[in-house]
Every structure is written in C-alpha cells, then in structure tokens.
Nanobody, 125 residues
C-alpha cells in the first residue's frame, strides 16, 4: 500500500507559477510510475503528466506541454509538478497517483490504484 499526500496548491494570478509536491509513504517508491491528474468543477478527472521510473521518461497532456514539468526525487519519495504560465483554465483540484501499470496505460486514471487527497489550484484572471 502506498499513501500519497499532496501540497503546494493555492491561489495565483494568471501567468504565475506554482510547484506541487506529493510525498509517498509505504511501498517501494522508486518502482512506481507517478502521475498527476486534475478535476475541475463539473468535469471529469483528466490526465496532466506522468513520470516513469526515471525523470527521462515523461509524458504530458497537450494542454500543459511546455508549461508544466513533472519530476521525481526517489531519495525523498516525492514527485513534483512545476506549473508555469498558469491560465484560469488550469483551475482544478490536482491529484497525484501511483501505479505499476504498463506505460501505455499511464495516462488513464483507471490504471492508478493509489491516490492522494488532492490540492486545490486556483488561477485568477
């Protein structure tokens, strides 16, 4: 079992930056693929970014490419999401998640058995 706790959300103006962190406990952190998802009010949860066993293996949703960066620090059992050039449409609750699924499924929420509680990100215009 893996427990995940997100932090770093908040209120920021459009064009600003935030860095989310997700610390894991339990399990073997380095063996998990780690993803960030988000859910806006009235919308389904959507994929944001994923990192494999190393920071050289990442994938992003088209809507955040070039603005967001996912990274992991296995020594700290933590995955990060650096968010730059934020837009009002980035407003959502952001969740981190962990899985052992195949890389081809790593952008799908159903493939993740372990989830954090979420952290709110609000971008004002």
């Amino acid at each position: 079992q893996v427990q995940l706790v997100e932090s770093g959300g908040g209120l920021v103006q459009a064009g600003g930056s935030l860095r989310l962190a997700c610390e894991a406990s339990g399990g073997t952190f380095s063996m998990y693929t780690l993803g960030w998802f988000r859910q806006a009010p009235g919308k389904e949860r959507e994929f944001v970014a994923v990192v494999g066993w190393s920071n050289s293996n990442t994938n992003y949703a088209e809507s955040v490419k070039g603005r967001f960066t996912i990274s992991r620090d296995n020594a700290k059992n933590t995955v990060y999401l650096q968010m730059n050039s934020l837009k009002p449409e980035d407003t959502a609750v952001y969740y981190c998640a962990a899985t052992n699924t195949r890389w081809a499924q790593a952008q799908y929420a159903f493939a993740y058995p372990y989830w954090g509680q979420g952290t709110q990100v609000t971008v004002s215009s």
